[in-house]
């Protein structure tokens, strides 16, 4: 009896260690942990040898047509040349109609040919940084130097490859993904690619997630990466759908939509503070991130190396998501509506076994619905609106526009903590009795069902959300016995832990802590599904208790490190304006709220800038300016070198060629006549997708040129109804604001950085000619 009784006792502790392990297996068992201390063989991969290489990348920001630049196409030329390969450039214009976009992207191109060459294997990443002072460590040079190490490893090991291997460093990526561009239209082994290996990163910690680029199904590319069986596969079709979701696209996106190339991208998205910053640097990139990435591509590069790849194409769709120590897990997609029906038949047939059996009561469903409705109701409301009460009290946040502040973690884990407080304070407070299991367990399960019959009509991707519900109809079954085994009930909770609990963190980390009520949804949905379990404990409301003040630790936690400081840089922003025809100028900026730097020298807020902003990735605008005197930069020369009229219609052609060092060269019309051809540097603009604003950004750019480091003029050719008069406005951006001497800008305080995704740091001279 005893003995009985300290098993009693013991249970619920055990349970609770249970879950605890694993919450903590389903995050630990993600990724490898980098290890330097050990030898590392020559024929595989090394995070301390792929470090070497990325330290120079690194070492200055090296935008397209940046000083750095050319530095470091050096650097991977020489790379390439140590690793036995024989690198060429691939230069020409890039035209992208739909973003208005124009650019001289150098590719960086090299091939291992196979003893059966024919179709190819292309791995990929860019090695252009950001268009702001970014050093780029892990956007992209982890994607270069895992690519380099890889290859290395693999020529080390002796192997002789079947098929070709192309190794691909494309340019102008972070301006319009130019440089994939150009190699699917114009290089001529691009026909001959069948699979690409595309790797990037959207932060500079976390672990890499494969994601499938496919025009068809998946089935065939995933069946050859579980043929390839990487040991850390961190994966689910849920992934690609949310990435969609999100305001980027990759190099990927261009070998998919132009040129029918399928593949896999590889990217990790943690610390999403640092993205595009100043702070994407050496010292910064998590290094199990990037032992993540080569543990994905040296087994794939073996893999594809010989296999067959004349049939990578299909027409099936596979659900898939990882498992610790299982894998992928996948299944075909037409397996998910029959399995929500047949989860959703059981779940019937229970209902009316309990029914009859006396072991749940309507009375008790009744109010289990209510309770659990309200405790959705209040956490998702929690989340939702103590969230944007957050943006209230800390409206520094604002200029982070990636919307994840440094302290985001703490955030996310406050929330999940206060939703767990919430929801077991609501039913440990004798709402739901003991006896109740059977009966309120029908509330979470029908919520369950529901939001997979959704997934199964909607996004199909999600459709693996249905296994744990199977696990949850077990336990369902098995709570209407007398005396059911508490210790069973946590081990059928184990799915549905491992599989959500990182969804919980990664909503809010890939999509922004706007959208952390997702995670306090889901919180409290994952607790209803594991009600057998805590529902034992008879110490229920010393868990809400213990939650809170978990909870309020964590708000505390993130208070303290809500401000800025020199490893948490403060973003903001500086730009000189100036209006070459009327000789006027502005300081202006795209901080919401100026600070002790900015402020020097916009004194006062005049708000409405009188001129149009350019395009940024999240739309953001000059937010206020101050007239200042004009130092008098010289302007762009604009020489015509055809202008005539036939048939009613007038054919111009004219240059532009800066006059000073610029990076970025914009033309923009209010009023364009109605044109019949335009072409930009030789290329020809497709009239008919011509947007009037670009991923929310709208203006009326004509034109965004990304000039060359040898300063090429845009040629511009245009043919339009010869009564109409052509207005253009011509802005000339240069990124070297903070070396012009005679702009006397003051230095940064060093806990601020540049504001990333905006023309920062920018001097811009504006003129208008009328032809």
């Known amino acids: 009896m005893v003995k009985n009784n300290m098993m009693r006792s013991l249970t619920p502790v055990l349970s609770f260690l249970i879950i605890l392990g694993a919450v903590f297996l389903s995050f630990y068992t993600l990724m490898p942990s980098s290890n330097e201390e050990k030898y590392v063989p020559p024929s595989e991969f090394s995070v301390d040898r792929a470090m070497t290489p990325l330290l120079e990348i690194t070492k200055k920001p090296h935008y397209t047509g940046s000083d750095a630049h050319e530095e470091v196409r050096s650097i991977i030329i020489k790379e390439l040349h140590k690793a036995g390969l024989e690198p060429h450039i691939q230069e020409g214009f890039s035209l992208n109609s739909a973003s208005k ?151 990927s996106t261009i070998l998919r939509e132009e040129g029918d190339i399928d593949g896999y991208f590889f990217a990790f998205i943690d610390n999403h503070f640092h993205y595009h910053t100043a702070l994407d640097t050496y010292y910064n990139l998590d290094r199990n991130s990037l032992m993540h990435q080569g543990s994905y591509l040296l087994p ?93 009290l800390y409206p520094s946040y604002a200029e982070i526009q990636q919307g994840f502040p440094y302290n985001g973690h703490w955030y996310i884990a406050f929330f999940v903590s206060l939703s767990i407080a919430v929801v077991t304070f609501i039913l440990g407070r004798g709402t739901v009795q003991k006896e109740d299991v059977s009966s309120f367990l029908v509330a979470p399960l029908f919520y369950w069902l529901v939001l997979n019959a959704l997934l199964a009509i909607y996004l199909k991707g999600a459709g693996y959300f249905i296994i744990p519900v199977f696990f949850a109809l077990a336990a369902f079954r098995i709570s209407f016995f007398q005396n059911p085994p508490v210790l069973l009930f946590t081990l059928l909770a184990i799915p549905a832990l491992v599989i959500f609990s990182p969804l919980i963190q990664f909503f809010p980390v890939g999509l922004g802590l706007k959208m952390v009520f997702i995670s306090c949804l889901f919180t409290t949905l994952l607790l209803g599904m594991i009600w057998p379990v805590w529902a034992t404990f008879s110490k229920r409301r010393w868990i809400s208790k213990a939650a809170a003040i978990i909870a309020f630790g964590f708000f505390i936690t993130a208070h303290f490190s809500s401000n800025f400081n020199d490893i948490r840089k403060k973003p903001n922003s500086l730009v000189y304006f100036e209006d070459a025809d009327k000789a006027t100028a502005y300081w202006t900026t795209y901080d919401k709220k100026r600070d002790s730097w900015n402020s020097q020298l916009i004194p006062t807020v005049t708000d409405n800038f009188p001129f149009e902003s350019p395009y940024s990735k999240y739309g953001i605008v000059y937010q206020s300016y101050s007239e200042t005197s004009a130092a008098g930069f010289e302007k762009a020369n604009v020489a015509i070198s055809l202008d005539t009229v036939i048939d009613g219609e007038r054919h111009l052609k004219f240059s532009i060629q800066p006059q000073r060092r610029i990076n970025f060269l914009e033309l923009q019309t209010e009023n364009l006549p109605k044109v019949s051809s335009l072409s930009f540097n030789g290329h020809t603009m497709e009239l008919d997708s011509l947007p009037k604003e670009y991923r929310g ?75």
């Open 697 to 771: 950004t709208a203006n009326n750019a004509l034109i965004r040129y990304l000039v060359p480091h040898s300063q090429e003029p845009l040629d511009v050719s245009i043919q339009y109804i010869a009564e109409d008069n052509l207005s253009l406005k011509i802005l000339e951006y240069s990124f070297d604001l903070m070396e012009q001497e005679k702009l006397d800008v003051p230095p940064r305080e060093t806990w601020m950085m540049p504001k990333p995704f905006v023309l920062t740091d920018a001097v811009v001279v504006k003129q208008e000619v009328l032809f």
């Open 101 to 251: 976009t124009l650019a001289k992207p150098v590719n960086i191109v090299a091939k291992f040919p196979g003893t059966n060459p024919g179709k190819s294997v292309l791995l990929l990443s860019h090695y252009d940084s950001a268009l702001v002072p970014s050093f780029g460590a892990a956007d992209a040079a982890s994607g270069v130097v895992t690519i380099l190490e890889s290859v290395r490893a693999y020529l080390a090991s002796g192997a002789r490859p079947r098929n070709d291997i192309i190794v691909l460093f494309t340019d102008a990526e972070e301006f319009g993904l130019d440089g994939a561009r150009l190699f699917v239209e114009e290089h001529p082994w691009a026909k001959n690619v069948a699979v690409a290996l595309n790797f990037e990163a959207r932060g500079t910690s976390g672990p890499g997630n494969m994601i499938l680029e496919t025009n068809g199904g998946n089935a065939e590319l995933l069946k050859h990466f579980l043929a390839a069986n990487p040991k850390y596969p961190v994966a689910s079709s849920l992934m690609y759908s949310v990435y969609k979701m999100l305001p980027n696209d990759t190099d």
């Open 300 to 392: 794939l590069l073996h893999h594809f190396a010989d296999a067959d790849l004349s049939n990578l194409k299909s027409g099936k769709d596979h659900v898939y998501f990882n498992f610790p120590f299982a894998g992928i897990i996948n299944y075909p997609f037409h397996w998910v509506i029959p399995m929500v029906v047949i989860a959703g038949v059981v779940f019937v047939v229970l209902m009316a076994v309990g029914f009859r059996r006396k072991k749940i009561y309507r009375k008790a469903v009744t109010k289990g619905f209510l309770v659990f409705t309200a405790c959705l109701i209040l956490t998702g409301l929690v989340g939702y609106f103590g969230w944007k009460l957050i943006g209230i």
